[in-house]
């Protein structure tokens, strides 16, 4: 099951964890995680890069083929990440491209696309060039931003591509099926044309949008569904059952702020005491009821270590200033106070952002009861949109709080702290710091090949952006399932991203 429908198949458009699920089922690019583990996809191995971790030379297998039969190139690399970083696809993550050798230029329409640092030296090899080393480039390589794409296909389906299951074409182990671009149920059903395709041993997958967790509990329990995620009062009933399954994710939840909108949240005051006056526990208790975690910062547990100690990046810069994030009521009233004076405002009056889902309404209540409560002055209006309508909102910058949610694309802190720095297109709140982006810029330059150095620049960052709660963490998510024991081999990456290949029904 999911939550909500599927928003794109467009590879470089796709923003959200819905349509990424999908596109990693259909899609292959040059690495695949099973499990925790990093495999060659399309390429025939992992990369090892020369020339001080600036050049990745990609061999490809010359038996993968598109759904439609057509072989997998290397061209096919170079056209999708050329059209990813292109100015004209307004894809948001291009930034992602930032380290290739002239992306920054393309993406500001200073370049040509096909000056990137990509090109195919033969029909089955591919050069990448970076500007500076990425440690986490490989693991990077699973983002669908930076999967193939068929130039004739895009280009015959034109504005439509991406926005239908007959506008969409994969080169994955399953093919979409049933996707009108706003049904609630689709499926996947096993590509004979993949190049592992006798290593995948479902035949379908069938996908169905179920908002509402007692309907989901209902269904699973009249054996019409294998797998559900369930929150509230249905998680907590089933959380002794068998089938049981909690998962711990690298998402993270939290409240953006605009300050475009309401320039009051420009004060570090007024943001902090919003921050103090969540009791995060009573949320994920009572509220969720999921087993989630309490987020003391914005970067998830489990994704990055010292590389001298072992250390949980995320627990270590907890250990520092978790008071920004623990449940103060008194300090929070104290704060809002010093800060309402301090704009020359007596009351704040905005409209928080989220999805209509029951989870997301259940949250946005509980978060408007506990401002209110705690925050004389202050008045919040609910506004519990579809999910497709919040992502449209949040880019255009049309809201004054929003609830969001981030998880891991590849397994670094990077991937949560680059969305914070000024202009970013995920900053959707507009809050900036020139020391954070100066913390953020030399992990990823002068530092990116001492592993403490740029441990030590990320923890900086975190403990800046924490301290001035830039955003307002709230949890990271475990998601509550319940699934039939016949499933097996059921793989979750590190990406938060099922792996069906290897699964099978019992």
Do not use: C
């Amino acid at each position: 099951m999911e939550s909500d429908t599927l928003q794109t198949m467009d590879p470089s458009t796709n923003t959200d964890a819905i349509s990424g699920q999908a596109l990693i089922d259909t899609m292959d690019g040059f690495y695949r995680y099973n499990g925790k583990k990093l495999q060659p996809a399309i390429a025939t191995s992992i990369a090892k890069p020369t020339n001080d971790g600036k050049t990745y030379t990609i061999k490809l297998r010359k038996n993968a083929k598109w759904s439609n039969g057509d072989p997998v190139t290397a061209q096919d690399f170079v056209y999708g990440w050329q059209r990813t970083v292109n100015p004209k696809t307004a894809a948001q993550y291009a930034y992602l491209f930032d380290s290739v050798e002239n992306a920054k230029d393309i993406i500001a329409g200073k370049k040509s696309p096909d000056t990137l640092g990509i090109k195919a030296t033969d029909k089955n090899t591919i050069q990448i060039t970076l500007t500076e080393a990425v440690p986490y480039f490989n693991g990077l390589m699973t983002n669908p931003a930076f999967f193939p794409q068929n130039q004739k296909f895009v280009e015959k389906a034109g504005k439509n591509y991406g926005t239908q299951a007959k506008y969409a074409l994969g080169n994955g182990p399953f093919v979409l099926k049933g996707w009108t671009g706003t049904n609630n149920s689709w499926s996947e059903t096993k590509n004979k044309n993949y190049w592992n395709a006798k290593a995948v041993k479902l035949d379908k997958v069938a996908v169905q949008v179920i908002k509402d967790p007692s309907t989901a509990l209902n269904l699973f329990q009249s054996n019409k569904i294998d797998d559900v995620a369930l929150s509230g009062e249905s998680a907590q009933q089933m959380k002794n059952d068998p089938a049981f399954t909690p998962r711990k994710q690298s998402t993270t939840f939290y409240t953006q702020l605009n300050e475009k909108t309401i320039p009051a949240f420009k004060n570090t005051k007024i943001r902090q005491a919003i921050s103090m006056a969540v009791n995060r526990k009573e949320l994920i208790n009572k509220v969720l009821g999921n087993g989630s975690l309490v987020a003391n910062n914005v970067t998830p547990q489990g994704i990055m270590s010292n590389p001298s100690t072992g250390q949980d990046f995320a627990k270590a810069a907890a250990a520092k200033d978790s008071e920004y994030t623990a449940y103060n009521p008194k300090k929070a009233k104290q704060l809002f106070q010093e800060g309402l004076q301090e704009v020359g405002i007596k009351e704040l009056d905005v409209t928080l952002l989220g999805d209509d889902t029951d989870g997301g309404k259940k949250m946005n209540e509980y978060l408007q009861s506990t401002w209110q409560q705690n925050l004389p002055g202050m008045k919040v209006t609910l506004s519990n949109v579809p999910f497709k309508t919040r992502l449209t909102r949040s880019t255009n910058g049309q809201f004054d709080m929003v609830t969001s949610a981030w998880g891991a694309d590849y397994p670094d802190a990077i991937s949560f702290l680059d969305l914070f720095t000024t202009g970013n297109s995920y900053n959707n709140g507009s809050w900036s710091d020139s020391d954070y982006d100066a913390k953020i810029a030399a992990s990823k330059t002068t530092d990116v090949l001492d592993p403490q150095k740029r441990w030590n620049d990320l923890q900086d960052a975190q403990q800046i952006i924490t301290q001035e709660q830039g955003v307002v963490p709230l949890y990271q998510r475990v998601e509550a399932h319940l699934v039939n024991k016949k499933v097996k081999n059921l793989q979750y990456s590190p990406a938060n991203n099922y792996n069906f290949v290897t699964a099978y029904i019992k």
